[in-house]
């Protein structure tokens, strides 16, 4: 009796016509062409079947809606569509009784005002330290601020930027 299922090895794979640049990355030589290429088809995909499948899935989640807010629900229970509605109206209207009640509350009312200006000495007394680190400090174009473990300014580093000049 002979073995039906046999399984044959293909020694050749010229006999399989396999394309010469599935396993050669040399051949594919414009990629940024085929990403392209790849995009806008996904970019056509979306622009031609989106919204048919978008209506489809309305249609079957509206008559499933349909079926158990109308069909189903009984006209005294809570979640009747009825109940529903005049919730939502509700809650619509609390939302918009206190949008108005903010925006007559707040419109035209500026109520941050600008910092005051302090000079150099109370700076330097919040970050304890003396008045000549200050003005180094608002000089210097990069620091480095080292603090302790309770927040108090430990170091002052003031990294100067040494710039190269290039010869052309």
């Not at 979306?46 to 349909?66: A, S």
């Not at 069909?71 to 979640?79: C, H, K, R």
């Not at 300014?153 to 710039?163: A, M, P, S, T």
């Amino acid at each position: 009796m002979t073995n039906v299922n046999k399984y044959y090895l293909i020694e050749d794979e010229s006999k399989l016509e396999i394309p010469k640049y599935i396993d050669r990355p040399e051949y594919v030589r414009n990629k940024s062409m085929g990403y392209s290429l790849q995009i806008a088809g996904w970019f056509i995909f979306m622009w031609l079947f989106m919204p048919l499948l978008t209506m489809f899935f309305w249609w079957v989640e509206g008559k499933t809606i349909y079926q158990q807010m109308v069909i189903q629900a009984a006209p005294d229970s809570q979640l009747s569509l009825m109940n529903m509605i005049i919730m939502i109206a509700i809650f619509t209207g609390a939302l918009l009784l206190w949008a108005t009640y903010n925006w007559i509350r707040f419109y035209n009312r500026e109520r941050r005002s600008t910092p005051l200006a302090i000079d150099e000495r109370q700076l330097a007394s919040s970050f304890k330290v003396n008045k000549t680190d200050i003005l180094n400090m608002q000089q210097a174009k990069n620091l480095t601020l080292y603090y302790d473990n309770q927040g108090n300014l430990e170091f002052i580093g003031i990294n100067h930027q040494l710039k190269k000049r290039i010869s052309a």
